[in-house]
């Protein structure tokens, strides 16, 4: 297990030593050593996720999206799962309405712990797509602005074959 340690975990006041040169020369060397010993090499993803990319200023967009991005975003982990027990007439009854009472309640937590199991999973998987959604979103932002330079400089190559 690799645990990235900030580069300002100490504080050096000596002007003379340059402690992100010195971290990033060890660094370097870690991971040159352990590609000479074959260690794995891969990268595993994150586990915040991708945060919602905003509606972009420069570039044209649908509003319908980033509408509902923001909103699946905010709402995706808000579920209710609380007992709703409202009184009937049989928990108003002297003697059993009390013990109904009890019973319902005890039989409602116990269905609500296999309710919550598959909510919690149900939310994770949300997250999940949702962050993919996000990262989805992003990568077109960067793409759209990708291609309006490329079309810019397609039009001044134009124009300057024109002249």
């Given at each position: ?57 420069d ?53 609500l ?10 939310v ?40």
């Open positions: 297990m690799v645990q990235e340690i900030s580069d300002d975990l100490i504080e050096i006041h000596d002007p003379e030593i340059n402690a992100a040169e010195i971290m990033a020369h060890i660094r370097e060397q870690i991971a040159q050593r352990r590609k000479e010993q074959g260690r794995d090499q891969r990268v595993f993803p994150s586990f915040g996720g991708t945060a919602y990319p905003g509606e972009p200023t570039i044209p967009y649908d509003p319908n999206l980033y509408h509902h991005l923001r909103l699946a975003n905010e709402t995706f982990a808000n579920v209710e799962t609380a007992a709703q027990l409202p009184a009937t007439r049989a928990t108003q009854l002297p003697i059993f309405g009390a013990l109904w009472v009890r019973v319902r309640a005890y039989l409602h937590r116990i269905i712990f296999y309710v919550n199991r598959a909510l919690t999973h149900q994770n998987v949300n997250r999940h797509l949702i962050s993919v959604s996000n990262q989805l979103t992003a990568a077109n932002q960067n793409q759209h602005r990708q291609i309006r330079a490329l079309e810019s400089e397609l039009a001044s190559l134009r124009a300057q074959k024109e002249r």
